[in-house]
């Protein structure tokens, strides 16, 4: 697969596989992989018979924007987001939205020949819209010729036809289905952007490292934004973020947690959660209110390592608190992560590996040679 490349503002990464009818996630027979970041990507499917599966692996690698995908003519079926497998969902016809990563299938058109090519479209779908462009070839025969034109949505990321919707990721439960732990402890984050260039996810920026020498693997210590869980068994924490009132923008922000997955318990756009409340209790006590209809706590809860916090409103998670580390919980957009939107979990502090002298000694660096002059 070749490329041409044209900056539009967004990074979309695409890897394929084909395998045949009967065994979908079988032997792979071809594997090819490119970054679509601008028009004219063309991918050729060498595969012969129209009863052939495509699997493709698309990563959204922008830091900024959500990105609308599709491919002419063809439906797919979601099988895995976030490297986790889900319930196979079809999706014909809709969009995919991309937060982070997703796995799916493609069967041949049984329609389709040698020479049809179909348009692979990506479409920024927040702030300024930018479109990516590949074609989707059966055989050997040039991108150009015979494109069949039957597009989902259009260059400004709308929809093309009224049976075209949104994929929505509480459509994802994970696969097989998986019990969901009771929650021992919940934490409150109130997100805020207290400064034009500022946002935090809870109360004050997170300091990379606190501006010391040694890490917090190496040397724990009670730092601004770390909370520190049990130091010896795990525990089953829920997280509910909330857009605070009085931020500066109430905009809607990705959030990202490393060494874990978690359930996706639910969010909702122009919400607030009730403070004062366990996401068991509202589940339960506010029965007929919008913000319990919005709570998944049963086995179908999505399990992803990255999830969607509303505008003007909340997101709630749960995560098992199983491995020992400091893990950073933060906004995906890489202006907000730098200037502190991010906290740290400090998990079974006791299980820590142990380090020598060696490790934990900074080493002394000479100073660098001044450049002279040409």
Known sequence: MSSSSMDTGMS?????????MNNPSGTLRA??????????????????????WFTFHLVNAGAAQEVGFSIDGHGMWVIAADGAYVRPVRIQPQILTLINSLF????????????????????TRTHQTYEGRAYLTYGNTSANSSTVDAPWMSVIGSFSTNQTTLLDPAQLP?????????????LWLDVNQTE????????????????????????????????????????VIDVVMQIAPDSLDAMAHPIHLHGHYF??????????FPSNMTVNEVKNRMRDSDIAAALDLSNTSPQRDSA???ENGWLA???????????????????????????????????????????TTVPAIAPLTPLAEA
């Open 263 to 272: 359930r996706v318990l639910g969010s909702k756009a122009n919400s607030m």
């Open 308 to 310: 969607h916090l509303p």
């Open 104 to 123: 799916f299938l493609i069967l041949r058109p049984s329609s389709a020949r040698n020479t049809n090519s179909y348009t692979i479209r990506a479409v």
């Open 31 to 52: 594997a090819s992989s490119e970054t679509m970041a601008g028009m004219a990507v063309h991918a050729q499917m060498g595969a012969d018979g129209n009863n052939t």
């Open 174 to 186: 994970p696969y097989p289905l998986q019990d969901l732990p009771r929650a021992t402890r919940q």
């Open 196 to 235: 034009s260039t500022v946002w935090v996810l809870h109360r004050v920026p997170f300091q990379d490292n606190n501006n010391r020498v040694l890490p917090l693997l190496l040397a724990p210590r009670a730092d601004p934004g770390v909370f520190s869980l049990s130091e010896t068994e795990q525990e």
């Open 12 to 20: 979309l990464s695409m890897a394929m596989s084909s395998g045949p």
């Open 317 to 359: 998670i749960r995560f098992t608190a199983n491995n020992p580390g400091v893990w950073l919980l933060h906004c995906h957009i890489n202006s907000h992560l730098s200037s502190g939107m991010a906290i740290a979990f400090m998990e079974m502090r006791n299980h820590f590996s142990s380090f020598d002298t060696a490790v």
